[in-house]
């Protein structure tokens, strides 16, 4: 199955759900749960760095279910979704999303964010990792409007009849905002974290420049761009509004997104929270170029860059909801109109602080957040089992656990993060992973069974509250 769509379900809570071949083992009372990670010799990569810190994280954690969670899912992306290879002496990674047989830009960014600290401590993490950014490298620079590849440059997608500019080796052409933002996030929390510069080469520093060109395009200032996307679909939120250009828009100096991070169209193609992500990234973008290119001209550039967009939310995308107030409504068109929702999907309206936009308890972020967590947004839900964002990729009385996950990111309320750990405890359906979503009342029915992403995001908020709060980790949940 190719189709994010095309969801495996699981059959029972008691059940034995094979994921990736690793039997999963529901631990009962008084009885040790049974890690659920495929068997050494059938891992895609073993790093000593990241066992080693799994094993010690362990040992301060009170919940043994949430433990054996963590176990599972943190290496879950090392474990069962990595390609590494060599070309001319030099790392390249391959990274699929789980159930998906391509890399997604975003989510491969995400997947293999949280290992990141560990790479000095482990070479072959390191090499791994600067893989990353080299594959992603090769993307970028094939079609930097397509948000997931092949690892086969001439496999031709599913999506071949799309109503865009397909080419061999692209799976799919959702132009997104934040699939760019990643791939300059991954690179330059590589280069925080390692200290080495090396994959910073010509090659990369085209593709980035490559980056603000596809930018400026989408700010279409003078026309619509070379980009447009349609397709035969059952889901309108497949395909694009305007022959394939989104609804018209005012110019005012934000960057258009055809698709949100869900790979769901938007409506009003101004979307903040990428628009917002995409300042932080021209930051990062400037810093690196200034720093370990010295390029101090295109440094200027990126920070004019971000500083533009920047100027441009600030005048336009601070709106008075009928009740919640002045927020951050998650789409706009320039001319007045706004879609005040929020998705879990990251960037989200609550994951702000978590990519660096503004801080945690920024006043407007605060009752943006507050909006993003009520039925004021209308893809938040209550149910039996948890409370949380769900999204139109899923459906109604969904909610997705990246949702929970980065509430609890963005926490500074000790008893939320509870909170948010016990619901996730209770809706994993006895598998021991994180899934993409779960209906509100009933956890067994789930969607992706294989959502590395969702797995490795939950491993990183783990390891945050380790660093962070690490007596949350010796309560036991109930």
Known sequence: MTNRRKFIQTVGIA?????????VFAGAAGKPFVSNRPDPG???????????????????????????????????????????????????????????????????????WPYLPLANKDEALKKLLKGVIAKQT????????ANAFYNDPARVSEWKEDRTTMKPGVHERKWEIDSLCYVIRVAHGYWKNTGDTSPFNQKWQEAMKLIVATFREQQRKENKGPYHFQRKATSPTDTQF???YGNPTQKIGLIHSMFRPSDDSTFFPYLVSSNMFAVVSLRQMGELFGTVVGDKEMQKECNRFAG????????????????????????????????????????????????????????????????????????????????????PHVGEKKIWPLGLVMQALTSNDDSEIIDCLTMLKKTHAGTGFIHESFN???????????????????GELILHLYHEKPELLKKQLS
């Not at 059940?15 to 039997?23: E, I, N, W």
Request: some cysteine.
């Open 15 to 23: 059940s034995a759900v094979s994921v990736a071949g690793a039997p």
């Open 42 to 112: 059938k891992r895609r990569f073993v790093s000593k760095a990241v066992d080693e810190m799994i094993a010690t994280v362990k040992k301060t954690m009170a919940d043994e279910e949430l433990a054996w969670m963590f176990e599972n899912c943190f290496p879950n992306t090392l474990d069962t979704t990595v390609t590494y290879s060599e070309k001319n002496g030099e790392p390249f990674t391959y990274v699929i999303t789980g159930d998906i047989d391509a890399m997604w830009l975003r989510d491969s960014s995400a997947q293999v």
């Open 138 to 145: 090769e993307f970028v620079l094939l079609d930097p409007y």
């Open 242 to 244: 305007g022959g394939g």
């Open 308 to 391: 533009e967009i920047d100027q441009a939310l600030k005048q336009n995308a601070l709106l008075q909801h009928p009740t919640a107030g002045k927020i951050y409504p998650l789409e706009i068109d320039g001319f007045g109109n706004a879609l005040f929702m929020d998705d879990a999907n990251v960037p989200n309206l609550l994951s702000l602080p978590y990519l660096g936009y503004c801080s945690s308890k920024d006043p407007l972020y605060l009752n943006t957040r507050k909006f993003s967590l009520s039925h004021a947004n209308p893809w938040f839900y209550e149910g039996k089992f948890a409370n949380g964002i769900g999204g």
């Open 440 to 458: 509100i009342d009933d956890p067994k029915k789930f969607s992706r069974s294989w959502f590395a992403w969702a797995n490795t995001i939950f």
